[in-house]
T-cell receptor, first 109, second 111 residues
Protein backbone atom coordinates (compact mmCIF):
# COMPACT_ATOMS: atom_id res chain seq x y z
CA UNK A 1 0.00 0.00 0.00
CA UNK A 2 0.88 3.63 -0.24
CA UNK A 3 3.41 4.88 2.28
CA UNK A 4 4.08 8.51 3.07
CA UNK A 5 7.23 9.44 4.95
CA UNK A 6 7.75 12.79 6.58
CA UNK A 7 10.92 14.40 7.95
CA UNK A 8 12.04 15.70 10.30
CA UNK A 9 10.00 14.16 13.09
CA UNK A 10 10.62 17.15 15.31
CA UNK A 11 12.14 20.61 15.00
CA UNK A 12 12.75 23.34 17.53
CA UNK A 13 13.45 26.83 16.18
CA UNK A 14 13.82 30.33 17.52
CA UNK A 15 11.09 32.75 16.59
CA UNK A 16 12.00 34.40 13.29
CA UNK A 17 13.87 31.41 11.89
CA UNK A 18 12.59 29.50 8.88
CA UNK A 19 11.20 25.96 8.99
CA UNK A 20 10.74 23.28 6.38
CA UNK A 21 9.12 19.85 6.52
CA UNK A 22 9.42 17.30 3.74
CA UNK A 23 7.09 14.57 2.60
CA UNK A 24 8.01 11.62 0.37
CA UNK A 25 5.75 8.97 -1.07
CA UNK A 26 6.61 5.45 -2.19
CA UNK A 27 4.23 5.87 -5.12
CA UNK A 28 3.15 8.68 -7.42
CA UNK A 29 0.46 10.75 -5.77
CA UNK A 30 -2.64 12.10 -7.46
CA UNK A 31 -2.88 14.95 -4.98
CA UNK A 32 -1.33 15.82 -1.65
CA UNK A 33 -2.86 17.65 1.28
CA UNK A 34 -1.35 19.38 4.29
CA UNK A 35 -2.88 19.65 7.76
CA UNK A 36 -1.88 21.43 10.96
CA UNK A 37 -2.68 20.21 14.46
CA UNK A 38 -2.19 22.53 17.40
CA UNK A 39 -1.24 20.93 20.74
CA UNK A 40 -4.36 19.35 22.24
CA UNK A 41 -6.38 20.08 19.13
CA UNK A 42 -7.56 18.33 16.02
CA UNK A 43 -6.03 18.36 12.52
CA UNK A 44 -7.08 21.30 10.38
CA UNK A 45 -6.89 21.31 6.59
CA UNK A 46 -4.38 23.79 5.16
CA UNK A 47 -4.15 23.13 1.43
CA UNK A 48 -4.35 20.63 -1.42
CA UNK A 49 -1.80 20.45 -4.23
CA UNK A 50 -2.83 18.85 -7.50
CA UNK A 51 -0.43 19.69 -10.30
CA UNK A 52 3.14 18.56 -10.89
CA UNK A 53 5.56 21.29 -9.78
CA UNK A 54 2.78 23.30 -8.17
CA UNK A 55 3.73 26.02 -5.69
CA UNK A 56 1.13 27.69 -3.48
CA UNK A 57 1.56 30.36 -0.84
CA UNK A 58 -0.51 31.24 2.19
CA UNK A 59 1.04 34.29 3.82
CA UNK A 60 4.31 32.98 5.33
CA UNK A 61 3.64 29.36 4.30
CA UNK A 62 4.86 28.01 0.95
CA UNK A 63 3.75 24.60 -0.27
CA UNK A 64 5.41 22.75 -3.11
CA UNK A 65 4.54 19.59 -5.03
CA UNK A 66 7.42 17.82 -6.76
CA UNK A 67 7.69 17.43 -10.51
CA UNK A 68 7.29 13.65 -10.23
CA UNK A 69 4.40 14.04 -7.75
CA UNK A 70 6.20 11.85 -5.23
CA UNK A 71 7.34 14.53 -2.83
CA UNK A 72 6.16 17.75 -1.28
CA UNK A 73 7.36 20.38 1.14
CA UNK A 74 5.99 23.01 3.47
CA UNK A 75 8.20 26.00 4.22
CA UNK A 76 7.42 28.60 6.86
CA UNK A 77 9.27 31.90 6.64
CA UNK A 78 10.08 33.77 9.83
CA UNK A 79 8.28 31.47 12.26
CA UNK A 80 6.05 32.86 14.97
CA UNK A 81 4.92 31.27 18.22
CA UNK A 82 1.50 30.80 16.64
CA UNK A 83 3.08 28.33 14.19
CA UNK A 84 3.60 25.79 16.97
CA UNK A 85 2.00 22.45 16.24
CA UNK A 86 2.35 19.30 14.19
CA UNK A 87 2.22 19.49 10.42
CA UNK A 88 1.00 16.46 8.48
CA UNK A 89 1.08 15.70 4.81
CA UNK A 90 -1.41 13.23 3.37
CA UNK A 91 -1.46 11.39 0.09
CA UNK A 92 -4.90 11.49 -1.51
CA UNK A 93 -6.37 8.19 -2.63
CA UNK A 94 -9.72 7.46 -4.25
CA UNK A 95 -11.63 7.45 -0.98
CA UNK A 96 -9.03 7.82 1.74
CA UNK A 97 -5.95 9.74 2.84
CA UNK A 98 -2.61 8.25 3.85
CA UNK A 99 -1.02 10.47 6.44
CA UNK A 100 2.66 10.94 7.13
CA UNK A 101 3.65 10.73 10.79
CA UNK A 102 3.97 14.49 11.01
CA UNK A 103 6.60 17.05 11.96
CA UNK A 104 6.24 18.64 15.36
CA UNK A 105 7.33 22.28 15.36
CA UNK A 106 8.26 24.07 18.54
CA UNK A 107 8.99 27.79 18.39
CA UNK A 108 10.79 29.56 21.22
CA UNK A 109 10.23 33.30 21.63
CA UNK B 1 -15.82 23.14 12.28
CA UNK B 2 -18.15 21.56 9.72
CA UNK B 3 -20.64 20.64 12.44
CA UNK B 4 -18.87 17.53 13.69
CA UNK B 5 -19.25 16.37 17.27
CA UNK B 6 -17.86 13.34 19.03
CA UNK B 7 -19.09 11.69 22.19
CA UNK B 8 -17.87 10.98 24.72
CA UNK B 9 -14.88 13.32 24.72
CA UNK B 10 -13.11 11.30 27.39
CA UNK B 11 -13.60 7.74 28.55
CA UNK B 12 -11.81 5.40 30.89
CA UNK B 13 -12.77 1.76 30.70
CA UNK B 14 -11.45 -1.63 31.68
CA UNK B 15 -9.97 -4.34 29.51
CA UNK B 16 -12.60 -6.61 28.05
CA UNK B 17 -15.50 -4.18 28.17
CA UNK B 18 -17.34 -3.01 25.04
CA UNK B 19 -17.01 0.64 24.08
CA UNK B 20 -18.90 2.67 21.49
CA UNK B 21 -17.80 6.06 20.26
CA UNK B 22 -20.18 8.28 18.36
CA UNK B 23 -19.54 10.77 15.60
CA UNK B 24 -22.31 13.12 14.55
CA UNK B 25 -22.35 15.52 11.61
CA UNK B 26 -24.93 18.12 10.68
CA UNK B 27 -24.06 18.75 7.04
CA UNK B 28 -25.05 15.55 5.21
CA UNK B 29 -21.60 14.59 3.98
CA UNK B 30 -21.41 11.19 2.35
CA UNK B 31 -17.93 10.17 3.53
CA UNK B 32 -17.05 9.73 7.20
CA UNK B 33 -13.87 8.36 8.74
CA UNK B 34 -12.51 7.05 12.03
CA UNK B 35 -8.82 7.52 12.82
CA UNK B 36 -6.68 6.78 15.82
CA UNK B 37 -3.72 8.92 16.76
CA UNK B 38 -0.81 7.61 18.79
CA UNK B 39 2.60 9.15 19.49
CA UNK B 40 5.03 8.24 16.75
CA UNK B 41 2.33 6.86 14.46
CA UNK B 42 0.48 9.92 13.23
CA UNK B 43 -3.09 9.40 12.08
CA UNK B 44 -4.09 5.89 11.09
CA UNK B 45 -7.37 5.04 9.41
CA UNK B 46 -9.54 2.49 11.21
CA UNK B 47 -12.71 2.35 9.11
CA UNK B 48 -14.57 4.65 6.81
CA UNK B 49 -18.05 4.96 5.36
CA UNK B 50 -19.17 6.13 1.95
CA UNK B 51 -22.88 6.08 2.67
CA UNK B 52 -25.58 4.65 4.88
CA UNK B 53 -24.71 1.00 5.59
CA UNK B 54 -21.65 1.27 3.31
CA UNK B 55 -18.37 0.87 5.17
CA UNK B 56 -14.87 -0.35 4.50
CA UNK B 57 -11.76 -1.23 6.45
CA UNK B 58 -8.74 0.98 6.92
CA UNK B 59 -5.17 0.30 7.86
CA UNK B 60 -5.80 -0.70 11.50
CA UNK B 61 -9.30 -2.21 11.56
CA UNK B 62 -8.64 -5.31 13.70
CA UNK B 63 -10.60 -5.17 16.95
CA UNK B 64 -12.96 -2.46 15.69
CA UNK B 65 -16.34 -2.45 14.01
CA UNK B 66 -18.44 0.40 12.68
CA UNK B 67 -22.02 1.11 11.79
CA UNK B 68 -23.77 3.84 9.88
CA UNK B 69 -27.57 3.57 9.98
CA UNK B 70 -28.11 7.27 9.35
CA UNK B 71 -26.18 9.77 7.25
CA UNK B 72 -25.40 11.91 10.27
CA UNK B 73 -24.08 9.25 12.63
CA UNK B 74 -21.03 7.00 12.40
CA UNK B 75 -20.39 4.69 15.33
CA UNK B 76 -17.11 3.02 16.22
CA UNK B 77 -17.29 -0.03 18.50
CA UNK B 78 -14.56 -1.80 20.37
CA UNK B 79 -16.19 -5.16 21.09
CA UNK B 80 -13.73 -6.04 23.85
CA UNK B 81 -11.36 -3.21 24.64
CA UNK B 82 -7.65 -3.89 25.10
CA UNK B 83 -4.91 -1.69 26.51
CA UNK B 84 -3.42 -1.36 22.99
CA UNK B 85 -6.58 0.52 22.02
CA UNK B 86 -5.78 3.33 24.41
CA UNK B 87 -5.56 6.25 22.03
CA UNK B 88 -7.11 9.46 20.81
CA UNK B 89 -9.84 8.78 18.28
CA UNK B 90 -10.79 11.31 15.62
CA UNK B 91 -13.80 11.29 13.38
CA UNK B 92 -13.67 13.18 10.09
CA UNK B 93 -15.91 14.02 7.18
CA UNK B 94 -14.94 14.70 3.59
CA UNK B 95 -16.46 17.60 1.75
CA UNK B 96 -17.05 18.01 -1.98
CA UNK B 97 -13.61 19.60 -2.40
CA UNK B 98 -12.02 16.45 -0.96
CA UNK B 99 -10.94 18.26 2.22
CA UNK B 100 -11.33 16.39 5.49
CA UNK B 101 -12.72 18.13 8.55
CA UNK B 102 -12.03 16.56 11.90
CA UNK B 103 -14.05 16.37 15.06
CA UNK B 104 -12.60 17.37 18.44
CA UNK B 105 -11.48 13.84 19.30
CA UNK B 106 -12.19 11.28 22.01
CA UNK B 107 -9.48 10.33 24.47
CA UNK B 108 -9.93 6.67 25.41
CA UNK B 109 -7.99 4.98 28.18
CA UNK B 110 -8.26 1.21 28.60
CA UNK B 111 -6.97 0.01 31.97
Amino acid sequence: GQQVMQIPQYQHVQEGEDFTTYCNSSTTLSNIQWYKQRPGGHPVFLIQLVKSGEVKKQKRLTFQFGEAKKNSSLHITATQTTDVGTYFCAGVGYSTLTFGKGTMLLVSP
Amino acid sequence: DAGITQSPRHKVTETGTPVTLRCHQTENHRYMYWYRQDPGHGLRLIHYSYGVKDTDKGEVSDGYSVSRSKTEDFLLTLESATSSQTSVYFCAIRDVANEQFFGPGTRLTVL
